[in-house]
């Protein structure tokens, strides 16, 4: 490759030995920056990978003195490999382990009756929330919120019940051998960055760093003293606060510079993702390739459809079905199955396990939830689907879906097509403005509110495309367009 002149300047602070941290927009080649830097220096290296699949092909395009690999298979090297006979033992639903650790009665907090099951979930998830930080000890911050429990004084009340037992199941998490906890990969990753490791590298890579869990963050950050950091990624792709990843690129001391030059797509694409940064308060702005064309239009045959909601995914794969398309599901159906299955267990007059209506004692109940409590607003999607086609139909849908390789069109998440691209895309109808934030566009020019999380996702999906975009359900920014 060619280098450009913001890789070269990247390459130049990398030799003379600058922590560094690479703001790379959608597109602009950020792995490939970072083999070059590797290729430059005969040090000895190491690139921490987001999932094992980037870091499997990430080992064919960096020199053999870099070694690739997730912070979970460093974690498992070092300390992981000891619980092996607990990662391979057989699953316990959550209640039992609930009952093994001491939970064995229901809790009533206001006018809501948390069961023995929900409580044994929370206590599951309150130690996942606590593996994902850099925390020394468990504590109520921890503790997740639940729907219907979401006022402070309640979720204090419920936090004070959880937090010993949370703690009482990460003390028998401690035991390689044997105990009462369902053993996962999250937990050794955990106890490996409490015992403070040194990494033997010259330099780390660290990939996608504005998604990064601030357990990884800790481990990567300490190398600092005896290690060249660099780190790589797009703050305006930082989606996943959500579920505990955190942006550590923007308050990182070190040569702050960027890669702006896309080569997935072409400058009206380009000027469309800028509309998006622009609403996020991003201050980076990218350049599409001149040789590329990508046309913003109508597309009658996409090749993939990229939804705001799993209930909006969902949606568009009954549609797509129904008209005669070959559908695929961007990571598969789990997520909208056990959706569906919770909403048949709610329809059917039982309680369900899923941690998203597990207080929930009737359909009813959610219905009454989502169309008249604020909190509840994005589960009305679920709610009007689940009434509209009935579970059997949803369930039956996502058992015909098939592999992306095979399919005339896959249905995606905003969220799950993040590291995807297609060459041709279209946004769905279930992307809203959901905030008070006003944004205008230019002086005088009124936009609908916008948040700024809402304003990365919609980054996301609109860089998703190659060739041609249709704007679909984001319309709405770009009103004088209407």
């Known amino acids: 490759m060619h280098p450009t002149d913001e890789q070269t300047a990247a390459t130049d602070a990398f030799r003379a030995g600058h922590h560094l941290a690479l703001q790379a927009g959608a597109g602009t080649g950020k792995t490939s920056t970072l083999a070059l830097l590797a290729h430059n220096t005969a040090r000895r290296g190491r690139y921490l990978a987001y999932n094992r699949t980037i870091a499997q092909h990430a080992t064919t395009r960096f020199p053999a003195t870099v070694q690739c690999k997730t912070a979970h298979a460093l974690a498992f090297a070092a300390i992981g490999h000891r619980y092996t006979a607990r990662l391979n033992a057989p699953r316990r639903p959550a209640w039992q382990t609930g009952h093994t650790l001491g939970l064995t009665k229901p809790l009533r907090i206001a006018d809501r009756d948390v069961t023995q099951r929900a409580l044994s979930n929370t206590v599951l998830r309150t130690v996942t929330r606590f593996c994902h930080t850099a925390d020394e000890t468990i504590t109520r911050h921890h503790v997740p919120p639940l729907r219907g429990l979401e006022d402070k004084t309640l979720h204090r009340e419920l936090a004070a019940h959880i937090v010993p037992f949370a703690r009482k199941a990460w003390a028998d998490l401690q035991n390689p051998d044997a105990g009462a906890v369902r053993f996962d990969h999250d937990h050794y990753l955990k106890i490996w960055a409490l015992t403070h490791p040194r990494l033997d590298a010259d330099f780390l890579l660290l990939d996608e760093a504005q998604d990064t869990n601030p357990v990884v963050e800790q481990v990567f950050l300490a190398q600092r003293d005896h290690a060249q950091l660099v780190m790589v990624g797009d703050s305006a792709q930082a989606i996943y606060h959500w579920r505990g990843a955190k942006d550590i690129m923007t308050g990182f001391t070190g040569t702050h510079l960027t ?17 998006w940064l622009h609403l996020a308060d991003a201050p980076l702005r990218l350049t599409g390739t001149p040789s590329l064309t990508t046309e913003l239009g109508a597309v009658d045959r996409p090749d993939a459809v990229l939804c ?29 199955q056990s959706l569906a299955q919770a909403a048949r267990d709610l329809k059917d007059g039982r309680r369900t396990h899923h941690p998203e209506l597990l207080l929930f004692p009737t359909w009813g109940a959610l219905q009454d939830y989502a169309n008249h409590d604020p909190a509840g607003t994005d589960l009305q999607p679920l709610v009007d689907l689940v009434d509209t086609h009935g579970t059997d139909a949803i369930l039956q849908a996502v058992a015909h879906l098939i592999p992306p390789p095979h399919a005339d069109v896959t249905v995606s998440t905003a969220h799950k097509a993040k590291g995807c691209e297609w060459q041709r895309v279209k946004i769905a109808g279930d992307f809203a403005p959901r905030s008070n934030k006003t944004a205008p566009d230019t002086p005088g020019e009124h936009q609908p509110p916008m948040d700024d999380s809402e304003a990365r996702l919609a980054y996301v999906a609109v860089t998703r495309a190659g060739r041609r975009l249709d704007i679909g359900g984001l319309a709405w920014a770009h009103p004088q367009s209407q």
């Open 308 to 336: 705001r909601t799993n209930a909006g995914a969902m949606a568009q794969v009954m549609d797509l079905m129904a008209a005669g398309h070959r559908v695929a599901l961007e990571g598969g159906g789990q997520t909208l």
């Open 259 to 275: 890669l702006t030059q896309s080569f997935r797509f072409g400058p009206h694409l380009a000027d469309e993702a800028n509309h």
